[in-house]
């Protein structure tokens, strides 16, 4: 795991690359709003292998020719799959459409680099550890055995930690992927609009800085999801096969969370008049500026995470930063930050409304526990939780 401040520094070098392509160059932000994601993958990539120390086995080019083809071949199918069936299922087309665009670039990517990729990964990558890994060969696996219609093996394949976490991991990236790109579409736009109009109100400062928070925690959870590779080390060590685990954890994020206000109302009406609770425009700022530093919590929390950003999953364990105060600091932050959101305004203060925001906040501690559950199975983070003792609040829980 890499230091927090270099994680964060990557952040924001890939944030000032990519408005700067939207504002300086005729790069549309409609068109490739996603490529934010590919430049921070890349900036990683470079840090990853600067870093790297372990020892590879010495290969000739194209020492596994068959292979190599068979990989491309086969993750070019299930890209292309992918790809149909996000641009062919309603979910997905209506409420996130723009995902397909980004889709339809990575495929069309794949297709010219994905055959160099595998011939360096074989030729510069090649030990036992990532061999024994490969998500390939268990897939050559699981179909072999069902080619041959041996069922007791089989299940006793997926009884295995390794195959049970390619499956679920497979499973959890095509839901989470179009979700996280969709909203990167969005912030990235309403980012890339304020720039373009230069109209510095104390009002577009704020939302500027709160969209760029959001595309930011996307964007990290894009690759997290996204990216697995080699060169990154980046795969999946273990994942969370517990289901009351995921019910909890899927009912903090879309589609749950649209569902939801069928049964409870927004926390704000938006057709209302927004009155504060104390008049007068220092509370305003008092408030925003409280708001904006939850968010800064939040998303230094995250971007210190690196590609481990995902639920459930074990990749590695940061320490450093805010981790070292305490164990989730990304929720407590993410919590405080809708609180004072919310409650700042008078209409909040309805039995439903308030409700609902213990209720939410009620998930996401749900959510803490069943990690440390799961995470509490690795010797690495036993040995964090007794350096950090505190899972959200320091000195208290």
Request: charged share 15%; glycine share 4%; net charge positive.
């Amino acid at each position: 795991m890499i230091h927090p401040l270099v994680a964060i520094s990557s952040i924001i070098l890939t944030f000032a690359i990519t408005f700067g392509i939207f504002m300086l160059t005729p790069v549309d932000v409609e068109d490739y709003f996603f490529i934010s994601i590919l430049i921070l993958i890349a900036i990683y990539t470079l840090i990853a292998m600067v870093r790297d120390r372990d020892t590879y086995w010495k290969r000739r080019w194209l020492q596994s020719p068959i292979k190599i083809i068979g990989k491309y071949l086969f993750w070019g199918g299930f890209i292309y799959v992918a790809k149909i069936t996000y641009s062919s299922h309603s979910f997905y087309t209506q409420a996130f459409s723009h995902a397909e665009y980004f889709l339809n670039f990575y495929f069309n990517l794949y297709l010219w680099a994905g055959l160099p990729y595998f011939v360096l990964a074989e030729k510069y990558r090649y030990s036992a550890k990532n061999f024994l890994n490969d998500p390939y060969l268990r897939i050559l696996s699981i179909f072999r055995q069902i080619a041959r219609r041996k069922w007791s093996s089989l299940k006793r394949l997926y009884r295995v930690r390794a195959y049970q976490t390619f499956i679920i991991s497979s499973l959890l990236r095509l839901h989470f992927i179009p979700l996280m790109v969709d909203q990167i579409y969005f912030t990235n736009r309403d980012i890339a609009s304020s720039l373009g109009e230069n109209t510095w109100t104390y009002t577009a400062i704020v939302a500027t800085l709160t969209s760029l928070v959001w595309t930011i925690d996307a964007n990290n959870a894009s690759i997290g999801y996204f990216w697995e590779s080699v060169f990154t080390k980046t795969r999946f060590k273990a994942m969370d096969t517990n289901p009351i685990h995921w019910i909890i954890t899927m009912a903090c994020y879309m589609p749950f969370t649209i569902w939801a206000t069928t049964f409870l109302p927004a926390l704000m009406d938006h057709n209302t008049a927004v009155v504060h609770i104390i008049d007068g425009a220092w509370f305003e700022v008092l408030t925003d500026i409280v708001g904006l530093t939850f968010l800064a919590g939040y998303i230094s929390s995250g971007a210190s995470l690196y590609f481990a950003t995902s639920n459930m999953t074990y990749k590695a364990i940061q320490t450093k930063g805010p981790y070292s105060l305490v164990r989730h600091p990304a929720t407590f932050c993410k919590v405080g930050f809708f609180g004072i959101a919310t409650f700042k305004f008078s209409i909040a203060y309805t039995a439903i409304n308030i409700f609902a925001y213990l209720l939410w906040t009620g998930i996401y501690v749900a959510r803490t526990i069943c990690e440390e559950r799961f995470l509490s199975q690795f010797e690495e983070y036993r040995e964090y939780k007794k350096k950090t003792r505190y899972r959200l609040i320091p000195g208290l829980w």
